[in-house]
């Protein structure tokens, strides 16, 4: 590197970012939102198996988070944080709706549109059978299930999103694998 050549600027952590944002820098939790507002929605959605519940979740999250960002106590744990209020809030919204009686079909499509036709339409009845199924289980199992398996959060955080101990965490988990790989069976 020659002395007129600039090094990369490494993106700043959440902590700093939450802190920042904490003292009123807008541009600070601007970087938050655009880093979190993808993985919060596909959490939603998933949950909710209904787009724009999950645009209406995403959005209050993140209003909320501006809103109480003085009540965090951790700046290193807001993503924890944004996942709890994301869980709860669609946990909500899954206790007050009438039962589903059809899925929004946007949701069982294939995220690939370059494969053979006969490769896309049984991708699209995978997806479509996972979707039904995770809709067959309970919200607490389905919100356990997807921050481990879709997120990646460990089982720890999983239990301070959903409030519960990492042996319930586990116990979810356990019969939510077991519940989809029954229905997933015909795709094996």
Known sequence: MTTTEA??????????????????????????VMRYQGPIYR?????LADRGEAEDVTQEVFLTAWRRL????DDAAFSGWLYR????????????????????????ESPRTDTRPDHAAQVNSQLEALTTALQ???????????LREVHGRSYEEIG??????????????????????EVMQPWR
């Open 85 to 108: 209020m994301t869980t709860n809030r669609c946990l909500n919204v899954l206790r007050s709706r009438r039962p589903i009686t059809d899925l929004d079909p946007d949701l069982t």
């Open 70 to 73: 003085a009540q965090l106590q």
């Open 136 to 146: 067959e289980l309970t919200p607490e199992q389905r919100a356990c299930w997807l």
């Open 7 to 32: 090094a990369p600027v490494a993106a700043p952590d959440d902590a700093t970012l939450a802190g920042r944002a904490r003292d009123g820098d807008v541009r600070a939790y601007e970087q938050l």
């Open 160 to 181: 301070v999103i959903v409030g519960a101990n990492v042996t319930a965490v586990r116990g979810r988990i356990a019969r939510a694998r077991a519940q989809l790989a």
């Open 43 to 47: 959490l939603a959605v998933k949950m």
